[in-house]
């Protein structure tokens, strides 16, 4: 049997092309020492806000500092895991509770190993 490779897509490829975003300057901010990408479903759902969402004071780096400091916390309390399942509450229509939605972020290797952090929903991989 061959361990031959057939395909592989790299972090930088995703990056580039989108699939992920990175937020690194925002997470290194908020304490995160290695890099932080979201996929691109977190970030057009729940991070981006509508115009509606902006008009009321609504910003993707207001949401995306509320992602990364409860992730900081569940971090905490789990700091051995490589996986983190978590919730955070979001706006989602305008004049409208916020309503807790599940995230996942998972810690690995990136391209030449180092470790990089991606936010995804749960059942994204």
């Known amino acids: 049997m061959s361990d031959n490779v057939i395909f592989s897509y790299t972090r930088a490829q995703a990056l580039a092309d989108g699939v992920l975003v990175d937020i690194t300057p925002l997470a290194k901010e908020a304490g995160f020492c290695i890099p932080v990408a979201v996929t691109e479903a977190v970030y057009l759902d729940y991070l981006k806000p509508s115009?509606?969402?902006?008009?009321?004071?609504?910003?993707?780096?207001?949401?995306a500092w509320d992602v990364l400091q409860v992730l900081l916390f569940a971090a905490a309390v789990?700091?051995?895991h490589d996986t983190i399942l978590f919730k955070v509450l979001f706006q989602?229509?305008?004049?409208?509770?916020?309503?807790?939605?599940?995230?996942?972020a998972i810690i690995g290797p990136g391209d030449i190993g180092s470790p990089v952090l991606t936010i995804l929903l749960p059942l994204e991989d």
């Open 51 to 63: 115009a509606a969402l902006e008009a009321e004071s609504q910003s993707f780096e207001g949401r």
């Open 78 to 80: 789990h700091p051995d």
């Open 92 to 104: 989602i229509s305008p004049g409208c509770p916020p309503v807790p939605i599940e995230l996942k």
